[in-house]
């Protein structure tokens, strides 16, 4: 499996940015696709943004298209996420996560591997 540990996180203002990494080890990395994922408090996880493995396709939540940008770097094991004109309901904590596929993915059902979490605060 792969390990992951996100950082980046904090408190920021509306209409601010905030720039999250995800560091990967493992042996593998590079042949799955990566996810990020938050839970907001009383929420369930949801799906925010998906890259494939090697073409760099993406995919994106409704809520956060036009506003986040996910990216990845497969020679440092590492996948960002640019987060844009961010927005009180934006709170949440995000996880990076690994999945069982080359393609992207969307369901949580679809990752194996997922990261202790950041916090993530806009405050209005």
């Known amino acids: 499996q792969v390990q992951l540990v996100e950082s980046g996180g904090g408190l920021v203002q509306a209409g601010g940015s905030l720039r999250l990494f995800c560091a990967a080890s493992?042996?593998?990395?590079?042949?799955?696709?990566m996810g990020w994922f938050r839970q907001a408090p009383g929420k369930e996880r949801e799906f925010v943004a998906g890259?494939?493995?090697?073409?760099?396709?993406?995919y994106y939540a409704d809520s956060v298209k036009g506003r986040f940008t996910i990216s990845r770097d497969n020679a440092k094991n590492t996948v960002s996420l640019q987060m844009n004109s961010l927005k009180p309901e934006d709170t949440a904590v995000y996880y990076c996560a690994a999945a069982t596929t080359l393609s992207i993915a969307t369901m949580s059902t679809e990752f194996e591997s997922w990261g202790q979490g950041t916090q993530v605060t806009v405050s209005s």
């Open positions: 890259i494939s493995w090697s073409l760099g396709n993406t």
């Open positions: 493992g042996r593998t990395f590079s042949s799955k696709a």
